[in-house]
C-alpha cells in the first residue's frame, strides 16, 4: 500500500506539465467610421499563469515579416491598457485592453482599401516557456463612409458627369440641326410654290362684262 502511495505521488509530481496557447478570432468584423474593434481571445494551459504578454497584430493570410506587421505592444496583469501607433506607410492607431482571458484591441484611421484578413499573434514572454500562437484570422471590411471619396472615386465621378451632361448637349444639338434642316426644307418648298405662280400668264376672259344670255351662245 505505501509503494502504491508512494507510486502514485511520483507519476504526479515527475511527469511532465505541458504547456499550451490557443488563440480564436472571430470570422468576420465590419468598420465604423475607418475603425474596428478586435477581440482576440486567448487559452493558456500550464502550471503558471502568464503574467507577461505580447500581442502583434499581422495583416495578410502569411504575414509574418516586418512589413505585414500592422502594430504590436507588451503588457502585463498591473499594465493591461496600452496605445501605439501602427508600423507601415500609413500609420494606423492600435489601443488594447487586456481582459480575462482576451485582448480587446481597437484599430483606427483605416480605409477601405485596408480591407483584409488580420490574425493575432499571442506570446507568453514569462514566466517560462516561450510560447507563441497565431489566431485563426478575422476578415476586417472597412466601409467607405458617405462623402468621403478616395482620387479614384473621385475620378470616376467627374467622368461620370462630364459623360452625363455631354449626352444632353448632343440630343440638344440634334434636335436643332433636324430643325434647322426642316425649316430650311419648308422654305425651299415655299420660294419654289412662289416662282411656279410667278410663272403662269393670266388669261383675258371673253366676257364684255355683261351678264345676259348672249355669252352663252
Same mark, same amino acid.
Given at each position: ?17 505541458? @504547456?499550451?496557447?490557443?488563440?480564436? /478570432?472571430?470570422?468576420?468584423?465590419? +468598420?465604423?467610421? *475607418? ?15 502568464? =503574467? ?12 509574418? #515579416? =516586418?512589413? /505585414?506587421?500592422?502594430?504590436?505592444? +507588451?503588457?502585463?496583469? @498591473? @499594465?493591461?491598457?496600452? #496605445?501605439?501607433?501602427?508600423? *507601415? ?7 488594447? #485592453? ?5 485582448? &480587446? ?7 477601405? &482599401? ?21 489566431? @485563426? ?26 459623360? +452625363? ?26 420660294? /419654289? ?21 348672249? &355669252?352663252? #351662245?
Amino acid at each position: 500500500m505505501t509503494l502504491s502511495l508512494l507510486t502514485f505521488l511520483c507519476l504526479g509530481l515527475c511527469l511532465p506539465v505541458w @504547456n499550451a496557447l490557443r488563440v480564436t /478570432q472571430p470570422y468576420r468584423v465590419v +468598420s465604423h467610421r *475607418g475603425e474596428v474593434e478586435l477581440f482576440c481571445s486567448y487559452h493558456h494551459t500550464g502550471r503558471h499563469e502568464p =503574467e507577461e504578454l505580447r500581442i502583434t497584430l499581422y495583416r495578410g493570410m502569411y504575414g509574418e #515579416q =516586418e512589413e /505585414q506587421k500592422v502594430c504590436t505592444s +507588451s503588457f502585463t496583469h @498591473n @499594465n493591461t491598457a496600452f #496605445q501605439v501607433e501602427g508600423e *507601415g506607410e500609413r500609420k494606423v492607431r492600435c489601443r488594447g #485592453q487586456l481582459r480575462p482571458g482576451k485582448v &480587446n484591441l481597437t484599430i483606427s484611421g483605416l480605409r477601405g &482599401n485596408d480591407t483584409d484578413l488580420y490574425r493575432c499573434a499571442i506570446e507568453v514572454l514569462y514566466p517560462p516557456p516561450y510560447l507563441r500562437t497565431f489566431g @485563426n484570422g478575422t476578415l476586417l471590411y472597412i466601409t467607405e463612409e458617405p462623402g468621403c471619396f478616395t482620387p479614384e472615386a473621385q475620378r470616376r465621378d467627374d467622368v461620370t458627369g462630364e459623360t +452625363s451632361v455631354r449626352l444632353p448637349l448632343a440630343g440638344l444639338a440634334a434636335v436643332l440641326i433636324v430643325i434647322s434642316a426642316i425649316a430650311i426644307l419648308l422654305v425651299h418648298q415655299v420660294l /419654289q410654290r412662289k416662282r411656279r405662280f410667278e410663272a403662269i400668264v393670266p388669261m383675258m376672259s371673253k366676257n364684255d362684262g355683261r351678264f345676259d344670255y348672249g &355669252n352663252f #351662245q
